[in-house]
């Protein structure tokens, strides 16, 4: 009895390796780089997602669903891939790590000041390691349950209904902002993480569903950026969400109940959820690249030291500031990796295309 | 020539059996017979009917042809009449022939209610430890001809009876054979209880989970045979194993069918926070009092830390401490007789309860966070699934005091982790949340009309979906 991967599981997997902590902070960077309406910046990256994940249906389409180690093994000769593999794993990894980071950091921000950072770090690692080991099959079931243990968060924004005001929204669209271009790019460090249905392809089912699936992920992160943006535009103005570190902590730390306050604490302990299942995508993805150069390596063994190297790399970025320097970058590279590496794969599976119909002649 | 081959004699049959006083021999010296059985394992009406009167009956000529009836069957080998007198048979021995009647009928508890699943309405008839009495508890509700019983055995030296039973047509015949296959690869001398068997046969033995529902009601047999599931019944245990299982099953009764939907509904949301409240209720105490002291309201504040105030332990240690007291006395009053159990319930309740506060160990707002989630323990309608929560309990408790609300992520985290990757007979343990099947919800999370409920649950992988086709 051979388990699948669903449709229905993809959608919810790609909707948790996009969302994260990034989050937090996109209503600052639409206010600074966007200005005034901001949130229509939200829409747009969304669609430029959209589109990239049509390239990666094409990749899928074209290569009748084989995996993008194939399709590349195929054409380029394997010295020359095998650096490639190894570049691409360093890179996935790293970005797994620094994400997971990144949250360990900000939690410590809010509720830890005197905890050491490294056994938080470690504790996490050992949660994806966890995760990672089980198989893609396992890590997508248990991403659609946290999926669910974070999904009624959206319900909160109810709690806003009364202080949301139109008046803060003005007819002008994007005035005020600056490097729009470079804030577009920093922000889609956001929706980015749908490229990991590269690695995924071969494990899914054959159904054609599945690319739809992906979009539906996309427009799930999508609509949910949207709403926590376009909520926080009315209920804070452009110049206080200009000076705001996260405006979605501060905004959240501003629902009371009768019998607990300070919510943001509580909630931003189950973004903890989403960064698992983002940075065990990301490890996982790296696995399968470092899998093609050992094929005959133990996997769980690949996967604990993939783990562990990326933990001695967590130490580096010591404070918050250089670690989202770090990611910065980092994000900068994978927006473009998310275009270039389909267009590439689709170019090789079009010369290969073309040279099987020749040998075919 | 094997043993089997042999052929047998009284004697070779009486010394197999030798120093075994509760065989009995029986000569019948005017018919050249005689007659090897355990009186206990056997029915003595039945002997009367179907030997003794027979056999007062005839000459010692004419004996040779009431031998020919169909009750009394002939054997020749060894194994299978040492076997037939242990499984209540009686055996005959008759010039060199040798014959087996089944009388079996020892005495064995009445149908009575169950302890640990008692209903308020409903039938309250529950399964005892004889198989044909619950094998005759699921035919009465289930007449139909499609209700198949392949009959096994487990047990290199106990030989125990198992039944495997499931619904022609309805059943995917893969967890049949699935199911019959994981039984007969079993090797141990002997197993006890279904309960028992169930660890033998499932599919992560190293999960503090039940991966098999095991029930001691026919009308939920009865149900999740129709549901598509297989069930098995093991003799001398009065619970019954069904499967593939799903977590959220655990969660329902069949007293939410005996009620209107919306009250069955109700219930079983119930039972979810109640899981909620067991699983995470002193956990977030101990987050609390421990590491977020600015998420309590103000004037909340001021009677938590009045309370908290005279207590020289950390939220950790006294919540370990009152929540071990609280399984303490839990065992206790399980293993106690009723009437000095009631006693455990006043010397827990009032005595270490009010104690422990006037003296200072705990604080009133600790007592009321375990007794809640104790409580809430107890919703739960699966006696092994509650246990396996409670432990569970204890390991985000000590999270919770290590790293606060993250250690209680991190210990949600993990949990959910180790339910993504179990399985009941290869299908998945935490169906219909992955695979995510939201017609499913209808009949785990609510408890929908009965015009809704249409499909059997996809986990039973089905071919014949359709439960009943009733329109509003």
New interface residues.
């Given amino acids: 009895m051979k388990e699948r991967l669903y449709s229905t599981h993809i959608a919810l997997l790609v909707f948790m390796i996009q969302t994260g902590v990034a989050a937090l902070s996109l209503s600052r960077k639409a206010a600074v780089y966007f200005g005034t309406n901001g949130w229509l910046s939200i829409l747009i990256l969304g669609c430029v997602a959209a589109i990239n994940i049509v390239l990666i249906s094409v990749v899928n389409r074209l290569g009748n669903g084989m995996s993008v180690f194939e399709i590349m093994e195929k054409s380029i000769p394997r010295f020359i891939v095998i650096p490639i593999y190894l570049l691409l794993a360093a890179y996935l990894a790293a970005i797994g790590c620094l994400v997971g980071k990144q949250y360990i950091h900000i939690f410590q921000l809010i509720a830890f000041p005197t905890a050491s950072p490294l056994m938080l770090q470690g504790c996490f690692d050992v949660l994806v390691l966890f995760l990672v080991i089980k198989g893609i099959y396992n890590i997508s079931k248990a991403a659609t349950v946290f999926s669910f243990l974070i999904l009624w968060m959206v319900f909160l924004l109810f709690a806003f209904s009364n202080d949301f005001e139109f008046e803060r929204m003005t007819p002008f669209v994007f005035k005020g902002g600056r490097d729009m271009l470079e804030g577009a790019v920093d922000m889609f460090a956001a929706f980015v993480g749908y490229e990991l249905i590269l690695f995924v392809m071969p494990y899914a089912d054959r159904s054609k569903k599945w690319m739809r699936s992906v979009q539906i992920g996309n427009l799930m992160t999508t609509l949910t950026y949207f709403s926590f943006v376009f909520i926080s535009f009315g209920f804070f103005s452009l110049g206080q969400l200009k000076i705001m570190i996260y405006p979605l902590l501060d905004m959240l730390a501003y629902i009371q109940l009768p019998f607990v306050e300070r919510l943001e604490n509580i909630l931003f302990s189950f973004l903890l959820f989403t960064v698992v299942v983002t940075s065990t995508m990301y490890t996982w993805s790296a696995g399968e690249a470092v899998h093609h150069v050992f094929p005959k390596a133990n996997r769980n063994i690949m996967a604990l030291f993939i783990v562990f190297i990326t933990f001695l790399l967590s130490i580096l970025p010591d404070t918050l500031y250089k670690l989202e320097l770090w990611l910065k970058i980092l994000s900068y590279g994978e927006a473009a990796f998310s275009f270039a590496f389909p267009i590439f794969l689709i170019l090789l599976l079009l010369i290969q295309g073309r040279m099987g119909v020749k040998n075919r002649v | 020539m094997t043993a089997n081959h042999k052929p047998v004699t009284l004697e070779y049959v009486l010394h197999e059996f030798e120093q075994c006083v509760d065989l009995i021999h029986r000569n019948f010296p005017m018919l050249s017979a005689d007659m090897v059985y355990f009186d206990h394992l056997i029915d003595k009406d039945a002997m009367e009917r179907e030997v003794l009167q027979p056999f007062a009956n005839v000459q010692a000529d004419e004996l040779d042809h009431l031998l020919k009836d169909t009750r009394f069957k002939p054997s020749s080998s060894s194994k299978e009449i040492i076997e037939g007198i242990l499984k209540g048979d009686a055996a005959i021995f008759h010039e060199s022939s040798v014959y087996l009647v089944s009388l079996y009928g020892p005495s064995s508890r009445p149908i009575e209610q169950s302890e640990t699943e008692a209903v308020i309405i409903g039938p309250h008839d529950a399964f005892t430890e004889s198989a044909f009495t619950n094998l005759s508890l699921i035919r009465r509700k289930l007449k139909s001809s499609h209700l198949k019983v392949i009959q096994l055995s487990v047990g290199e030296v106990a030989k125990s009876d198992v039944f495997v039973l499931y619904i022609d047509g309805i059943v995917n015949m ?1 967890f049949v054979n699935e199911m019959i296959k994981r039984i007969r690869d079993i090797e141990v001398d002997i197993i006890t209880d279904s309960n028992m068997l169930v660890q033998h046969i499932d599919d992560y033995p190293n999960t503090i989970f039940p991966l098999f529902l095991t029930t001691e009601r026919p009308d939920l047999i009865v149900s999740k045979l129709s549901g598509g599931r297989v069930a098995v019944i093991m003799d001398e245990s009065p619970s019954v194993i069904s499967g593939p299982t799903s977590l959220f099953e655990f969660f329902t009764s069949p007293d939410d069918y005996y009620q209107r939907w919306i009250i069955g509904t109700a219930t079983r949301i119930l039972r979810y926070i109640a899981f909620i409240i067991t699983i995470t209720f002193t956990a977030v105490y101990v987050a609390i009092t421990t ?2 002291y ?4 103000e004037n ?1 504040l001021y009677t938590l830390i009045e309370s908290r105030s005279r207590v020289p332990f950390p939220p950790v240690f006294e919540a370990l401490l009152m929540e071990v007291t609280i399984e303490l006395l839990r065992e206790a009053g399980a293993r106690l007789p009723s009437k000095i159990g009631q006693t455990i319930g006043i010397v827990g309740g009032i005595v270490i309860g009010q104690a422990a506060v006037q003296a200072g160990l705990t604080s009133n707002i600790l007592i009321i966070a375990v007794a809640l989630s104790a409580i809430a323990s107890f919703v739960i309608p699966s006696y092994v699934m509650s246990a396996s929560i409670r432990f569970a309990r204890f390991f985000l408790i000590i999270l919770a005091g290590i ?4 250690g ?3 210990g ?3 949990l ?2 180790h ?3 179990l399985t009941s007979l ?3 343990y ?1 169906s219909p ?4 099947n939201f017609q499913d919800w209808k009949d785990s999370f609510i408890r929908g009309p009965f015009w809704m409920l249409k499909d059997r649950p996809a986990q039973s992988r089905t071919h014949n979906k359709v439960r009943n086709k009733m329109k509003r």
């Fill in positions: 893969e590491y977020h600015e998420m309590i309201p909340l790293w606060g609300n993250f209680l992520m991190i949600i985290s993990i959910v982790i339910l993504s990757k290869g299908s998945s935490i949340i992955a695979p995510l």
